[in-house]
C-alpha cells in the first residue's frame, strides 16, 4: 500500500487549509481593488510554450521541468511558472484586441523538479498577475505596490523590495560583451552551467547560486554600467513613481531574475530570516515575450508570489492567521430522544446559514459534550426527552458555561443572534 507522498510534494491539511483560503482571499480582493481580473490556465501546456517563452538556456527549462509525451505524441509539460500560460490565453483568446492595458491575476499550482527546502516544494502555489498593453513606468511601479500592499495586508511590513534594471535589447550586447570580456580569464573557475552559459548568455552567471560563481562575479560590470539612455531613463521614473508612493526599496543591481523573458526593470522581494533563499517573490517588466510567443510587440509586466513562502515567512515571524474551522454549533442528542429530531434540526441551521453538526456514532450525552468541546463549536443545543414534550431544548454556551431553555421554534432566530453578538464583540 502507498502511505508515503512524493518528494517535494505536501498534504494541506484541515487547519492548514483555512489559512490557504485566507491568504487567497486576501490576493483576490487585493487584485480586485487594483483592477485585476482572474485568469486560469491549464497545469499543462506544450512545452514549446516554455521553451519559447522562458528560456531554453534557463535552468527551469534545461533541468527543473515535468515533461512527457501524450498518448498522441505530443510533447506537454506541466506549467513551471505562471505568466508563458497567461501570454498563451491572451493571444489564443484575442484579449489583445480589446481596451488595453489588460489586467489578470491567477492562483494556482506550479511544478519544477527542483532541491526540496525550506517553502520550496516540487509542486508549488502561486498568487500571480501579468499587465498587458502599456511601457508606462506608473504600472511598473502600481505592480510592486501591489505587491507590497498584499503583504502587507498579511502582517508582513518588514520585507525588503530590491529592484533594478536589466536593460533591453539596445543594450544587452554591451552588458553580454563586457561579461565575457570579464569572465574570460576565470573561464576554468566556473561551475559547468556557467562555462555553458558563457557563450550563449553570460548575464545567467550573475543568477547563479554556485558559491564559487557568485563569488569569482562579485567584481563583474553591472547592468547599470551598460544601461542605454531609454533604460536609464524609465528605470529613474521607476524609482521617482515608487517614491511619489512611499514604498522603500533598494537598488540591487546584482539583480537578475532567472528567466530569459525580463527587460527593464525586474525586482525580488526579500523575507530575511526564512533561510538561505530569502526570496518570497518577485516580477519584473517582459516586454518582448508576447511577440517571442506569435503575437504583436506588446508590453508587458507582472510578479509571481510563492505561497509556500508566504506561510513560512508568517511562521517565522509569529504572525497568527484567525481562522474559522468547523461547526459553531453542535447538537446533542439526549437519552432516547430519535437521532431523527436532531437530524432536522440539524438541517433548519445549516438552511440559516449555520456552520452546525451532530454526532453520528452513537456517544453517550456526556461523550458527545466533550467531543463538542474538542470541536471548539460555541454553542450546543441539546434535545432531551422532556424538554421536548414541552416544546423546548437546551441552549448551552461552551465559553461561559451558561446554560437555559428555548423554545424549539424559537432556535434559529436565537442563535442567529447570539451568533451575530459574537462577531461584533
Same mark, same amino acid.
Given at each position: 500500500?502507498?502511505?508515503?507522498?512524493?518528494?517535494?510534494?505536501?498534504?494541506?491539511?484541515?487547519?492548514?487549509?483555512? $489559512?490557504?483560503?485566507?491568504?487567497?482571499?486576501?490576493?483576490?480582493?487585493?487584485?480586485?481593488?487594483?483592477?485585476?481580473?482572474?485568469?486560469?490556465?491549464?497545469?499543462?501546456?506544450?512545452?514549446?510554450?516554455?521553451?519559447?517563452?522562458?528560456?531554453?538556456?534557463?535552468?527551469?527549462?534545461?533541468?527543473?521541468?515535468?515533461?512527457?509525451?501524450?498518448? =498522441?505524441?505530443?510533447?506537454?509539460?506541466?506549467?513551471?511558472?505562471?505568466?508563458?500560460?497567461?501570454?498563451?490565453?491572451?493571444?489564443?483568446? +484575442?484579449?489583445?484586441?480589446?481596451?488595453?492595458?489588460?489586467?489578470?491575476?491567477?492562483?494556482?499550482?506550479?511544478?519544477?523538479?527542483?532541491?526540496?527546502?525550506?517553502?520550496?516544494?516540487?509542486?508549488?502555489?502561486?498568487? =500571480?498577475?501579468?499587465?498587458?498593453?502599456?511601457?508606462?513606468?506608473?504600472?511598473?511601479?502600481?505592480?510592486?505596490?501591489?505587491?507590497?500592499?498584499? #503583504?502587507?495586508?498579511?502582517?508582513?511590513?518588514?520585507?525588503?523590495?530590491?529592484?533594478?534594471?536589466?536593460?533591453?535589447?539596445?543594450?544587452?550586447?554591451?552588458?553580454?560583451? $563586457?561579461?565575457?570580456?570579464?569572465?574570460?580569464?576565470?573561464?576554468?573557475?566556473?561551475?559547468?552551467?556557467?562555462?555553458?552559459?558563457?557563450?550563449?548568455?553570460?548575464?545567467?552567471?550573475?543568477?547563479? /547560486?554556485?558559491?564559487?560563481?557568485?563569488?569569482?562575479?562579485?567584481?563583474?560590470?553591472?547592468?547599470?554600467?551598460?544601461?542605454?539612455?531609454?533604460?536609464?531613463?524609465?528605470?529613474?521614473?521607476?524609482?521617482?513613481?515608487?517614491?511619489?508612493?512611499?514604498?522603500?526599496?533598494?537598488?540591487?543591481?546584482?539583480?537578475? *531574475?532567472?528567466?530569459?523573458? #525580463?527587460?527593464?526593470?525586474?525586482?525580488?522581494?526579500?523575507?530575511?530570516?526564512?533561510?538561505? &533563499?530569502?526570496?518570497?517573490?518577485?516580477?519584473?517588466?517582459?516586454?518582448?515575450?508576447?511577440?517571442?510567443?506569435?503575437?504583436?510587440?506588446?508590453?508587458?509586466?507582472?510578479?509571481?508570489? =510563492?505561497?509556500?513562502?508566504?506561510?513560512?515567512?508568517?511562521?517565522?515571524?509569529? +504572525?497568527?492567521?484567525?481562522?474559522?474551522?468547523?461547526?459553531?454549533?453542535?447538537?446533542?442528542?439526549?437519552?432516547?430522544?430519535?437521532?431523527?429530531?436532531?437530524?432536522?434540526?440539524?438541517?433548519?441551521?445549516?438552511?440559516?446559514?449555520?456552520?452546525?453538526?451532530?454526532? #453520528?456514532?452513537?456517544?453517550?450525552? /456526556?461523550? &458527545?459534550?466533550?467531543?463538542?468541546? /474538542?470541536?471548539?463549536?460555541?454553542?450546543?443545543?441539546?434535545?432531551?426527552?422532556?424538554?421536548? &414534550? *414541552? =416544546?423546548?431544548?437546551?441552549?448551552?454556551?461552551?465559553?461561559?458555561?451558561? &446554560?437555559?431553555?428555548?423554545?424549539?421554534?424559537?432556535?434559529?432566530?436565537?442563535?442567529?443572534?447570539?451568533?451575530?453578538?459574537? /462577531?461584533?464583540?
Amino acid at each position: 500500500m502507498l502511505t508515503t507522498r512524493p518528494r517535494g510534494t505536501a498534504d494541506i491539511l484541515p487547519g492548514q487549509v483555512e $489559512k490557504w483560503r485566507y491568504i487567497e482571499n486576501v490576493a483576490a480582493a487585493v487584485s480586485r481593488e487594483y483592477g485585476y481580473r482572474e485568469i486560469r490556465t491549464p497545469v499543462f501546456e506544450h512545452t514549446e510554450l516554455f521553451v519559447r517563452g522562458v528560456g531554453e538556456d534557463t535552468d527551469i527549462v534545461e533541468k527543473e521541468m515535468y515533461t512527457f509525451r501524450d498518448r =498522441g505524441d505530443r510533447s506537454i509539460t506541466l506549467r513551471p511558472e505562471g505568466t508563458a500560460p497567461v501570454v498563451r490565453a491572451y493571444l489564443e483568446n +484575442k484579449l489583445h484586441t480589446g481596451p488595453q492595458p489588460v489586467k489578470l491575476y491567477y492562483i494556482g499550482p506550479m511544478f519544477r523538479y527542483d532541491r526540496p527546502q525550506a517553502g520550496r516544494y516540487r509542486q508549488f502555489h502561486q498568487f =500571480g498577475v501579468e499587465v498587458f498593453g502599456s511601457h508606462h513606468p506608473a504600472l511598473d511601479a502600481e505592480v510592486m505596490a501591489m505587491a507590497m500592499d498584499f #503583504y502587507g495586508r498579511l502582517g508582513l511590513n518588514d520585507l525588503e523590495l530590491h529592484v533594478n534594471s536589466v536593460g533591453c535589447p539596445n543594450c544587452r550586447p554591451v552588458v553580454r560583451q $563586457k561579461l565575457q570580456e570579464y569572465f574570460r580569464p576565470k573561464l576554468g573557475e566556473l561551475c559547468v552551467n556557467c562555462r555553458n552559459r558563457y557563450e550563449r548568455n553570460p548575464l545567467r552567471i550573475l543568477d547563479c /547560486k554556485s558559491e564559487r560563481c557568485a563569488g569569482l562575479a562579485r567584481e563583474a560590470p553591472t547592468i547599470a554600467d551598460c544601461l542605454c539612455p531609454e533604460c536609464e531613463k524609465h528605470f529613474h521614473e521607476v524609482r521617482q513613481y515608487l517614491q511619489d508612493l512611499g514604498i522603500s526599496h533598494v537598488v540591487d543591481t546584482r539583480l537578475v *531574475r532567472g528567466l530569459d523573458y #525580463y527587460t527593464h526593470t525586474a525586482f525580488e522581494i526579500m523575507a530575511p530570516g526564512i533561510g538561505a &533563499q530569502s526570496s518570497v517573490g518577485g516580477g519584473g517588466r517582459y516586454n518582448g515575450l508576447i511577440e517571442a510567443c506569435g503575437g504583436p510587440p506588446i508590453p508587458g509586466i507582472g510578479f509571481a508570489l =510563492g505561497i509556500e513562502r508566504i506561510i513560512l515567512a508568517l511562521e517565522n515571524r509569529n +504572525k497568527a492567521i484567525v481562522i474559522e474551522t468547523g461547526p459553531t454549533v453542535f447538537v446533542v442528542i439526549a437519552g432516547d430522544v430519535p437521532a431523527r429530531e436532531g437530524f432536522a434540526l440539524l438541517g433548519k441551521l445549516r438552511a440559516a446559514g449555520i456552520a452546525a453538526d451532530m454526532d #453520528y456514532t452513537g456517544r453517550s450525552l /456526556k461523550a &458527545q459534550m466533550k467531543y463538542a468541546g /474538542k470541536l471548539g463549536v460555541r454553542f450546543t443545543i441539546i434535545l432531551g426527552g422532556e424538554e421536548l &414534550q *414541552r =416544546g423546548c431544548v437546551v441552549l448551552r454556551d461552551m465559553k461561559t458555561a451558561s &446554560q437555559r431553555e428555548i423554545g424549539v421554534s424559537e432556535v434559529v432566530r436565537e442563535l442567529s443572534g447570539l451568533l451575530e453578538q459574537c /462577531k461584533s464583540g
